[in-house]
């Protein structure tokens, strides 16, 4: 690589007909001192000084040119330890940075062989007889037959000929590709920038289809190879260079076709599953890199550099499906077996982050930010923990660092106008949305929150125009709600407005000054068969709000009986009590996505998220990492899909499944009880235990092993106190809460009211279910008793 002055020389004519890239390849090689597959700082340095013999470099001007070198090609750096591969070394001379012939000229290396002579292995092969030591162990390994070399050199050629000639018909440049999204974290042994890469823009073109063809010409001269190695070697640098210029589908034959040659080899299917997973077809990439991994553990010191990529592409393949527990174990290990590895560092705090296990989630991306300071999207996602966790302040620093790196990053633009709006800097959140909208015009929810921040900084008539265009993009009920809404405390208030709180929708409005709050004992029942009481209704919107999130409420119970009937767990003992069937959280998200397996990957994220917080916190408080898989079944029972009977029975059923020494169809006493105990935990936490069901518990002594059947056990389960007892009061908001109440609007927070309608008979008055529930009434109708008639249906 040489020095500025050298490369802005004019360069001679190259003095063999050697490939170009082949040079590169000989030069990487020579410096490879470990045969690592990358060259780290000190061979870099050798290299710069090597390649410049009349220049003196101080210190500090080589570590000046290797900073640089290595932040510019960053993203051919696999990992910090191996250092710039391949692939980097000859993107810089790609990008001028140096010149290839005079650099091999100044090393005084002897020129290649041009030929493709198959009479000798010393023509057939690159680096004379057998195999290189980098071949095997790089995670990059490069070419090593002559035959390959040409190929790949005519393959270039033919990809850069057809490409510009398609978008020169189309009438356009060639384009970097970019969202300002957080990246994914992608990892591939080839180490490709696509953004620098040419691509087709028209796959449907007269070019493509003759590029095609031109394609087959040159896997048949791959495929009439004399030996097996050739062939295999060919198809794997022409799948290498497909999937540099992100023709997946042609890369995957081609690594296919590699495959069949030598079906055990790791790298193959390890590329197979990156041109899968980039092609959208997560469940194949799955298996190919499964097959992978099984094969490198095999030889686990030959692959030590590989093994962590495989996890890591892994990892990403089961996050695309949902299953951020899964994931988040291979990034753990990824991380173990490089720790200098800070993408799966901060894949792995992301996923965490995911599931909602914040501590580990922080911990972790602070690591990648350790190890790489200028991460603008492991600062993004910490920023997202330090809110989670109510570090307010600290997240704004990390969503301003990300735009100092990243100017143009949409999330920590809109993440940050989220916590700007939180914190009443109306001006400073609308700043950010419009920002947003510059990049990606179509985000209706940046719309929406623009439309609010420019509310609180009373600009009303701009809000509604914001609101207005927020409506165009997507005609969610929520934003008709929203802008009736504004409509209605605009012309209540003049125009003035109290500080604003986020909702479901991200809109809501103080309570405006003419409501008062009082004792819900004061709400009485209008009619002879009486309401549903206040407390009641307290303790089953919290519920009915984890079913709309967990989605629980669409999983029918009846599908219990048969999972479990499918699953082989094993008899463990933790060592605190008795023997389980217990299984480790990540078994436990296949299980749920079975289950669950009508959501999308990120509805079902956001479900795992929320069971894990309100469930498996309390089924693993001792973070064991392993859940009682009997009573996790029976605790999501009560609130999964179908009649209240048929939720008993499957709770029942889950604990007779998870009894190893009980009878068939009865449980123990003292079995109920811990599942009741748990059943408050998760639903009602703030409920104490009562007195007398722990003296009752005492004086029973003996009896809690005694067996009881199914109808003993729903006397337990719809016991008001210390069961279930609100399964009625859920099962009426499960039925009715997305009614529209026939354009009835609650007196008090001004939405229209959906789900149950509360009117209270003498003041005329109606309340919609929360703010019944919070005690609130208009100050104008101060009683000392309000008596209420419920509305279930639109009626």
């Known amino acids: 690589m040489a020095s500025s002055e050298r490369s802005s020389a004019a360069a001679p004519m190259a003095t063999t007909a050697a490939p170009r890239r082949q040079k590169v390849r000989l030069i990487f090689d020579r410096f490879d001192a470990n045969a690592d597959g990358g060259l780290d700082r000190s061979e870099m340095a050798a290299l710069v000084a090597a390649v410049n013999p009349n220049v003196r470099f101080s210190a500090e001007q080589i570590a000046s040119i290797l900073d640089e070198v290595f932040r510019t090609y960053s993203d051919f750096v696999l990992h910090p330890g191996a250092g710039l591969s391949f692939d980097g070394l000859l993107q810089t001379y790609d990008d001028g940075a140096g010149d290839v012939d005079r650099d091999f000229e100044a090393l005084g290396m002897p020129p290649p062989p041009a030929g493709s002579s198959r009479e000798t292995d010393l023509d057939r092969r690159v680096s004379g007889g057998g195999a290189r030591s980098w071949a095997v162990e790089s995670p990059s390994p490069g070419i090593d037959y002559a035959a390959t070399w040409t190929a790949v050199e005519d393959l270039e050629l033919l990809i850069r000929r057809r490409i510009r000639a398609c978008n020169r018909k189309k009438g356009v440049k060639d384009v970097a590709v970019g969202d300002g999204f957080s990246d994914t974290g992608w990892s591939t042994d080839l180490s490709a920038e696509f953004n620098r890469k040419m691509t087709f823009l028209d796959f449907t073109s007269s070019e493509f289809k003759i590029f095609l063809k031109e394609l087959e010409g040159i896997r048949a001269r791959v495929d009439s190879a004399p030996t097996r190695d050739e062939r295999f070697d060919g198809h794997m640098g022409v799948g290498r260079t497909l999937y540099d210029h992100r023709l997946f589908s042609e890369s995957l034959e081609s690594f296919r076709r590699a495959a069949e040659i030598r079906p055990d080899d790791v790298r193959t299917h390890f590329k197979m599953g990156n041109a899968l997973c980039s092609l959208g ?8 890199y499964f097959s992978a991994l099984e094969s490198a553990e095999m030889d686990a010191e030959g692959w030590a550099t590989l093994l962590p990529q495989i996890h890591v592409n892994l990892g990403i393949a089961l996050e695309g499906e949902g299953l951020l527990l899964n994931a988040s174990e291979h990034y753990r290990e990824a991380a173990i077996l490089c720790p200098t590895h800070y993408r799966a ?75 700007f709006m ?24 940046a719309q929406l929150n623009r439309a609010i921040s420019l509310l609180g900084a009373g600009e009303g008539e701009e809000a509604k125009r914001a609101l207005r265009d927020a409506f165009k993009m997507t005609k969610r009920v929520e934003l008709y709600d929203a802008i009736a809404h504004v409509k209605h405390l605009q012309k209540k208030s003049k125009g003035r407005w109290n500080s604003m709180v986020k909702s479901e929708v991200g809109v809501d409005l103080e309570q405006p000054a003419d409501v008062i709050v009082v004792e819900t004992s004061k709400f009485k029942q209008d009619g002879k068969k009486g309401g549903t009481s206040v407390e009641t209704l307290r303790d089953a919107l919290p519920i009915r709000a984890f079913q709309r999130v967990s989605r629980l409420d669409r999983c029918d119970a009846n599908l219990f009986k048969t999972e479990l009937s499918r699953v082989d767990v094993p008899v463990s003992y933790s060592g605190i009590g008795g023997p389980e069937k217990s299984i480790r959280k990540s078994g436990l998200e296949v ?24 469930v498996l916190s309390i089924l693993d408080a001792s973070g064991s990492g392993r859940i009682d898989l009997g009573m996790f079944c029976a605790a999501i029972a009560p609130v999964c899909a179908g009649p209240p009977e048929k939720r008993k029975r499957a709770a029942f059923d889950a604990l007779v499944w998870r009894s190893v020494q009980g009878v068939q169809g009865q449980i123990s006493r003292s079995d109920a009880s811990v599942y009741l105990r748990y059943l408050s935990a998760v639903y009602f936490p703030s409920r104490r235990p009562r007195e007398e069901e722990e003296e009752e518990e005492e004086e029973e002594g003996d009896d809690e092993r005694a067996m009881i059947s199914f109808p003993e056990f729903v006397d337990m389960f719809d016991n008001i106190d210390w069961g279930f007892g609100i399964m009625g009061a859920l099962m009426k908001l499960e039925n009715g809460d997305r009614l529209r109440q026939g354009g009835y609007s609650c007196d008090v927070c001004r939405y229209p009211i959906a789900g149950p309608r509360f009117k209270e008979r003498k003041c005329g008055f109606n309340l919609c279910v929360g703010c019944y529930c919070e005690g609130k009434v208009p100050k104008t109708f101060r009683r000392d008793e309000y008596k209420f008639k419920e509305y279930w249906s639109s009626n």
């Open 422 to 445: 939180d914190d009443g800097r109306f001006g400073r959140a609308a700043e950010m949305y419009t920002r947003v909208l510059a990049i990606r015009p179509v985000h209706w929810r």
């Open 591 to 614: 299980t749920l996505r079975k289950l669950l397996h009508f959501l999308k990957p990120e509805a079902f994220q956001e479900a795992v998220k929320a069971i894990d917080e309100r």
């Open 345 to 419: 560092l901060k894949l792995l705090g992301s996923a965490l982050f995911g599931v909602g296990e914040y501590g580990p989630a922080e911990t972790a991306l602070e690591e990648a930010i350790l190890l790489k300071p200028d991460y603008a999207d492991a600062h993004c996602d910490l920023g997202s923990v330090l809110h989670a966790i109510g570090e307010r302040e600290r997240a704004i620093l990390e969503f301003q660092r990300v735009i100092d790196l990243k100017p143009d990053h949409l999330d920590a633009l809109y993440n940050l106008g989220g916590l």
């Open 281 to 288: 077809r997560l469940s194949e990439a799955k298996d190919c």
